[in-house]
């Protein structure tokens, strides 16, 4: 529980929490995200950002761009390299959405933030994902509307 009203930062707080729970995990194991670390202590994602940085700061934990945030050092992980980038993974979950039609042509697919939670991952991963469907033509996007789901004609040939 965060003491709003003591002289310590809050992201100083979350951070010793943080440091603790650290403590009893191995070199690799996940930490929580930005995202959770906004949810469980209810703080603006510059805050959970913030906390973050001073364990970084610490060695204590890196972060992996699009892959998450883990304990130690980044050349002592032992951690299981992903197949393929988290923002192609979600990419690819979308467009499977749309080929089986829970997602329809000249219909919006879900905003950004929707995707955010859904995913628990930084809207830059989610941007990405995004721009790659549009790459790929199973999206486009109309400004100040969102991005919808391209007519099936235009989608990719799938082999």
């Known amino acids: 529980m965060l003491d709003r009203e003591g002289d310590t930062h809050p992201y100083q707080q979350i951070s010793a929490i943080i440091r ?10 996940p930490v929580a995200s930005e995202a ?3 949810r469980e202590f209810g703080v603006a994602r ?3 950002r913030r906390a973050i940085r001073v364990l970084r700061d610490e060695g204590l934990i890196h972060t992996v761009q699009g ?9 002592e992980a032992p951690r299981v390299s992903r197949k393929i980038p988290l923002y192609q993974h979600i990419a690819a979950d979308l467009a499977q959405r ?5 997602l329809r042509p000249r219909r919006p697919i879900p905003g950004e933030t929707a995707l955010l939670q ?13 721009a790659l469907l549009r790459e790929q033509g199973w999206i486009y996007t109309v400004p100040q509307r969102g991005s919808y789901v391209a007519p099936e004609e ?5 082999s």
């Open 67 to 75: 892959g998450g945030t883990f304990v130690g050092a980044l050349n």
């Open 20 to 29: 603790s729970r650290v403590a009893t995990l191995s070199p690799g194991d």
């Open 46 to 48: 510059t805050t959970a």
């Open 118 to 130: 859904q995913h628990d991952v930084a809207r830059e991963t989610i941007r990405r994902a995004m």
């Open 36 to 38: 959770e670390i906004q």
């Open 154 to 158: 235009l989608w990719p040939k799938r």
């Open 98 to 102: 749309i080929m089986a039609g829970e």
